[in-house]
C-alpha cells in the first residue's frame, strides 16, 4: 500500500508541474484497501519464502509536491553507518553531501548527513585501531542526456562538481576533513 501510494504521489506531482493539460495522462486516484487478508489470494504465496523489507524514500517540494521533507533514506543511512562493524558500500548515481562537524564548517545547502556519519565512524575507528574500510561506488558520468563538454552538458558538470566537493576536492570533503584528523592512508 505504501509503495503504491508513493507511487501515486510522484505520479500526480509530476502530471501538474509537465502534464497538466496533457489529457493522455490522468491523475491517479489511490484505492481503498481491506484491512483483512483475502482468502482467495493464499493460492498465490504457495512456495514461496517470506521475507522482511524495508522501503524507504525521499520527497520534498521538487520531486513530490509536498512542503515538508521526507528523508527516511538518509536517517537510515545514518543510522546503518553508525551501526556498521566492518565495512560500508554504498552504491548511487550521486554523492553530495559535507562533512559537518568541528570548527571550521562552511555554509551549505547540501543537507544530508550521509558524509558526516562517514567521517565519525571512519574517525571511531581510527581512534580504536581497528580495521574499517569505505567503499563508494558512483558512475563515471551522471545519467543525464548531453555532451559533458557542450552546452548541454552543465548538468553533469554540476554534479560532478559538486561530487568532487563532498568526496575530496572541498573544505568540507570526506578526505579533507578526514586528512586534517591525521587519517593519512585512506
Same mark, same amino acid.
Given at each position: 500500500?505504501?509503495?503504491?501510494r508513493?507511487?501515486?504521489?510522484?505520479?500526480n506531482?509530476?502530471? &501538474?508541474?509537465?502534464?497538466?493539460?496533457?489529457?493522455k495522462?490522468?491523475?491517479l486516484?489511490?484505492?481503498?484497501?481491506?484491512?483483512t487478508? @483475502?482468502? +482467495?489470494?493464499?493460492s498465490?504465496?504457495?512456495?514461496?519464502t517470506?521475507?522482511?523489507?524495508?522501503?524507504?524514500?525521499?520527497?520534498s &517540494?521538487?520531486?513530490?509536491?509536498?512542503?515538508l521533507?521526507e528523508f527516511?533514506?538518509?536517517?537510515?543511512?545514518? @543510522?546503518?553507518?553508525?551501526?556498521?562493524?566492518?565495512?560500508i558500500?554504498?552504491?548511487? *548515481?550521486?554523492?553530495?553531501?559535507?562533512? !559537518?562537524?568541528?570548527?571550521?564548517?562552511?555554509?551549505?545547502d547540501?543537507?544530508?548527513?550521509?558524509?558526516?556519519?562517514?567521517?565519525?565512524?571512519?574517525? !571511531?575507528?581510527?581512534?580504536?585501531?581497528?580495521t574499517?574500510r569505505?567503499?563508494?561506488?558512483?558512475p563515471?558520468?551522471?545519467?543525464?542526456?548531453?555532451?559533458?563538454?557542450?552546452?548541454?552538458? %552543465?548538468?553533469?558538470?554540476a554534479?560532478m562538481?559538486?561530487?568532487? *566537493? %563532498?568526496?575530496?576536492?572541498? !573544505?568540507?570533503?570526506?578526505?579533507?576533513?578526514? +586528512?586534517?584528523?591525521?587519517? *593519512?592512508?585512506?
Open positions: 500500500q505504501d509503495v503504491a508513493h507511487f501515486i504521489q510522484r505520479w506531482h509530476l502530471k &501538474t508541474e509537465k502534464l497538466r493539460y496533457n489529457s495522462y490522468t491523475f486516484v489511490p484505492k481503498a484497501y481491506s484491512k487478508f @483475502n482468502p +482467495e489470494r493464499k498465490l504465496l504457495k512456495g514461496v517470506p521475507a522482511q523489507c524495508q522501503v524507504l524514500r525521499s520527497c &517540494t521538487w520531486s513530490a509536491g509536498q512542503d521533507t527516511s533514506i538518509m536517517q537510515a543511512l545514518v @543510522n546503518t553507518i553508525a551501526a556498521a562493524e566492518h565495512y558500500y554504498i552504491e548511487n *548515481q550521486f554523492f553530495i553531501s559535507y562533512v !559537518k562537524t568541528g570548527d571550521n564548517i562552511i555554509f551549505s547540501v543537507k544530508n548527513d550521509i558524509a558526516t556519519a562517514l567521517f565519525e565512524r571512519v574517525l !571511531k575507528a581510527h581512534k580504536s585501531r581497528e574499517f569505505v567503499y563508494i561506488l558512483l563515471l558520468l551522471p545519467a543525464f542526456e548531453g555532451d559533458i563538454a557542450g552546452d548541454s552538458g %552543465s548538468g553533469m558538470r554534479i562538481y559538486y561530487q568532487f *566537493q %563532498s568526496i575530496s576536492r572541498g !573544505k568540507n570533503s570526506l578526505i579533507y576533513r578526514l +586528512e586534517m584528523e591525521g587519517i *593519512q592512508d585512506w
